[in-house]
């Protein structure tokens, strides 16, 4: 709300009375419980590395959407099993779980 009771503009009357409900919940005023929210969101490591990697990201976006992809090999290539197991390697012990 702004100084005269009226919600805050960039929500619409439903997501303000969410924000109300989860505010009186805590028992905080919808202003304490908005900015708490921003300055915690703010402080967060994860948001923190968003910010920074802006630019790269969408640098690196450009790069791969340029990239030619069919010097990789083909996709339905299947992989080789690195260590084939028969049946009867699923019924001998091989040791012991930690």
Do not use: C, I
């Not at 919600?7 to 619409?12: A, E, L, N, R, T």
């Not at 009357?13 to 703010?42: I, M, N, S």
């Amino acid at each position: 709300m702004d100084q005269n009771g009226a919600p805050v503009s960039g929500f619409d009357p439903e997501q303000y009375a969410r924000v109300e409900q989860a505010a009186q919940l805590v028992g905080k005023t919808p202003e304490v419980f908005v900015r708490d929210a921003a300055l915690a969101a703010a402080a967060d490591p994860f948001l923190k590395a968003l910010g920074k990697a802006r630019d790269r990201v969408a640098h690196l976006s450009e790069v791969f959407g340029t990239q030619d992809t069919s010097a990789a090999g083909d996709d339905t290539e299947a992989w080789p099993d690195p260590a084939p197991m028969s049946s009867r390697d699923l019924h001998q012990p091989h040791g012991h779980a930690a």
